[in-house]
Nanobody, 123 residues
Framework: QVQLVDSGGGLVQAGGSLRLSCAAA????????VGWFRQAPGKEREFVAG????????DYADSVKGRFTISRDNAKNTVYLQMNSLKPEDTAVYYC????????????????WGQGTQVTVSS
């Protein structure tokens, strides 16, 4: 079992930065790939970024490439999403998700979810 707790969201002006954290409870967390997803009001939940269980491979949605960076610290059981140059269209609830030995690139492939953290970017 893996329990995920998302944090770090908030209100920021366009062009600003935030760092989201996904803290996991469970000794086997280092065996899980982790992804960040987001869901804006009235829209489907979409993939944002993912990192492999060893941290050697990352993947990003085209809309965030060059602005967001995903990383993980397995010693701290935590995955981070550094978000720079934020835009109003990045406003959404952000969720982390974990999948055993694979990166969850789609909602259906995730085994566990965090509770979500709100990110609001003002123009």
């Amino acid at each position: 079992q893996v329990q995920l707790v998302d944090s770090g969201g908030g209100l920021v002006q366009a062009g600003g930065s935030l760092r989201l954290s996904c803290a996991a409870a469970g000794r086997t967390f280092r065996s899980y790939g982790v992804g960040w997803f987001r869901q804006a009001p009235g829209k489907e939940r979409e993939f944002v970024a993912g990192i492999s269980w060893r941290g050697g491979s990352t993947d990003y949605a085209d809309s965030v490439k060059g602005r967001f960076t995903i990383s993980r610290d397995n010693a701290k059981n935590t995955v981070y999403l550094q978000m720079n140059s934020l835009k109003p269209e990045d406003t959404a609830v952000y969720y982390c998700a974990a999948a055993y030995k694979v990166v969850p690139l789609a909602r259906s492939t995730a085994d566990y979810w965090g509770q979500g953290t709100q990110v609001t970017v003002s123009s």
